[in-house]
Nanobody
Framework: QVQLVESGGGSVQAGGSLRLSCAASGRTLRNYVMGWFRQAPGKEREFVAAITRSGGVTDYTDSVKGRFTISRDNAKNTVYLVMNSLKPEDTAVYYC??????????????????WGQGTQVTVSS
């Protein structure tokens, strides 16, 4: 079992920045593809970013490319999401997820085996 705990969410004004962290316990994260997803009120959970086990390959949904950066520190068992130039439409609960069977960064929710409890990000205009 892997336990994931997100932190770093909060309320910012448009144009601001936040850094989300996802700390893991139970097993080493180096064996997992990691992803970030988000869910806004009344909407389905959607893919944001993913990173391979080594951190060498990343993938982003188009709406965050150039603004968000996913990274990982396997020694610290932690994954990060740096969010710059935030927009009101980025407002959502952000979840990190770990996938054991995925070969590379995947956008498919069902490929992830473990999920955190989420952290709220609110961007005001």
């Amino acid at each position: 079992q892997v336990q994931l705990v997100e932190s770093g969410g909060g309320s910012v004004q448009a144009g601001g920045s936040l850094r989300l962290s996802c700390a893991a316990s139970g097993r080493t994260l180096r064996n997992y593809v990691m992803g970030w997803f988000r869910q806004a009120p009344g909407k389905e959970r959607e893919f944001v970013a993913a990173i391979t086990r080594s951190g060498g390959v990343t993938d982003y949904t188009d709406s965050v490319k150039g603004r968000f950066t996913i990274s990982r520190d396997n020694a610290k068992n932690t994954v990060y999401l740096v969010m710059n130039s935030l927009k009101p439409e980025d407002t959502a609960v952000y979840y990190c997820a770990a996938g054991a069977g995925a070969a590379g960064p995947t956008r498919t929710r069902s490929r992830y085996d473990y999920w955190g409890q989420g952290t709220q990000v609110t961007v005001s205009s």
